[in-house]
């Protein structure tokens, strides 16, 4: 664990006793304010005004009850959440999260992270983050469509294309945005289109929304690979996860020529040596919404393509890590087994996939890393090209889209490398998109009065 600076110490004990028993979060502001020491050393002014306090401070908590009626006509109640985050950039921006393990901790933790991320794409967004513990696993279309438009019929006063503009997150995709649109629109009377984002093509959506994610983490680990002279051409991939990232992450691997060999969801892992076949992926996943383990069973064990009940997919042997499930998934014990099996690198697509340990064992090795709240900014900077399209009335082709994509990421890239280089810490891509991220914020706060 890096020292902190007296000052950061002291700003990291009042946020964990303020924010007790949510170490999600203490983790997130512990890892920036490790960034930070060189910082307020350069720029003192950035230690004034109670500025990082009031950055660790989430503008506003909004948490609330949403009832549902299920299939059997039980009544269910869920927790929902919205952290307006920063809004120092723009209108708060950042997904909804529906898993049973939501409370206001990981809210506030992704909130956070958000922040930051948005902060780097160089688009006019702010942080958000939200969701609730509902549980979609084996829920029918009936069940999350009822759960949506009361989730919605709750947030609606919060949102708006000027004040807060959610979009997906894990169990949120395309058909939940669907029918929060849907519903939104009832209540307000307004096709606002630009009040969600992740929406379908018919009705407002971007093109390139759903590859954006993956696509984006690919061109990052790609561009950090380049400045080793390294390509992911021949190269041997794990891609952790199954859902939207991990899926548009393997397709865009592929077209560079690396060769994706597993993939995982929360039961276990698949390995298929030939290859991870994406059309049967999707099938399982989007289609039939299934288990991981059917891939294995339609596939055929044997031939190099077999399923691990539990177990890391870590202790897969690869050049290349991109971990696109979820947070703390890969830990300092992982972190070892990759390392000694020779990985070259890890591009993280999740929000926070490694532990503190983990990322300092990479680091120790010469691994190449990149911090998720950089490599994975691609979806939320096409969220902002799909709000863009939206103000504008506007609906641009595939190719322009991914154009615009690639060059962000290339951008963000560039500056978080060039941000490591000039505090002092060449090739540390986590003080890089730190530094860069805060900057931004910070000095648009401090341009904008005690806010
Ligand atoms: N949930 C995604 C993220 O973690 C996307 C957010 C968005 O598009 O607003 O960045």
Same mark, same amino acid.
Request: net charge positive.
């Given at each position: 664990m890096v020292q902190l600076h007296e000052t950061l110490e002291t700003i990291l004990a009042e946020v964990m006793r303020r924010n007790a028993g949510e170490p999600e979060f203490h983790q997130a502001v512990r890892e920036v304010l490790e960034s930070l020491n060189t910082v307020i050393a350069k720029r003192p002014e950035y230690a004034e005004e109670a500025l990082i306090e009031r950055i660790c401070e989430p503008e506003r908590q909004i948490i609330f009850r949403v009832p549902w009626i299920d299939d059997s006509n039980q009544v269910r109640i869920n927790r929902g959440f919205r952290v307006q985050f920063n809004s120092a950039l723009g209108p708060y921006k950042g997904g909804i999260r529906f898993h049973p393990s939501v409370n206001v901790g990981i809210i506030k933790f992704l909130g956070f992270e958000q922040t930051f991320k948005n902060a780097l794409t160089g688009m006019p967004i702010g942080g958000g983050k939200g969701g609730s513990d509902f549980d979609p696993k084996g829920r029918s279309d009936r069940e999350i469509m009822r759960f949506c438009q009361s989730f919605v019929t709750e947030l609606h006063r919060h949102i708006g294309e000027y004040t807060d503009v959610p979009a997906g997150d894990i169990g949120v995709g395309g058909r939940e945005i669907g029918y929060m649109f849907g519903q939104y629109k009832r209540l307000t009377n307004r096709f606002e289109a630009g009040v969600l984002t992740g929406k379908g093509l018919l009705y407002g959506g971007s093109r390139a929304r759903p590859e954006a994610t993956g696509y984006g983490n690919t061109y990052f680990t790609r561009a950090m690979l380049g400045t080793k002279g390294l390509d992911f051409d021949g190269r041997t991939v794990v891609v952790s996860g199954s859902g939207n990232v991990a899926t548009y992450t393997i397709d865009k691997v592929t077209q560079y %020529? $690396?060769?994706?060999?597993a993939c995982s969801d929360s039961n276990g892992y698949v390995v298929d040596e030939n290859g991870i076949d994406l059309g049967l992926v999707k099938e399982i996943?989007?289609?039939?919404?299934?288990?991981?383990?059917e891939y294995a069973r339609l596939k055929g064990e044997g031939k190099g393509v077999y399923y691990v009940a %539990? $177990?890391?997919?870590?202790?897969v042997p690869c050049d290349v890590a991109m971990p696109?499930?979820?947070?703390?998934?890969?830990?300092g014990k992982d972190a070892r087994k990759l390392v000694a099996n020779g990985v070259i690198a890890v591009g993280e697509g999740?929000?926070?996939?490694?532990t503190p340990e983990a990322i300092s064992v990479f680091q120790h090795a010469g691994v190449l890393y990149a911090p998720g709240k950089a490599a994975n900014a691609g979806g939320v900077a096409t969220s902002a090209l799909e709000m863009q399209q939206n103000a504008s009335r506007d609906s641009w082709s595939f190719e322009q889209t991914e154009a615009r994509l690639a060059a962000i990421m290339r951008g963000i890239h560039d500056l978080c490398a060039e941000t490591a280089e000039e505090y002092g810490a060449p090739g540390n891509y986590v003080m890089g998109a730190n530094i860069a991220g805060f900057v931004r914020v910070a000095e648009a706060m401090r341009q904008q009065g005690v806010i």
């Open positions: %020529g $690396g060769k994706v060999i996943k989007q289609a039939r919404r299934q288990r991981i383990a %539990g $177990g890391s997919i870590w202790d696109s499930a979820t947070q703390n998934e890969l830990t999740a929000n926070m996939p490694c």
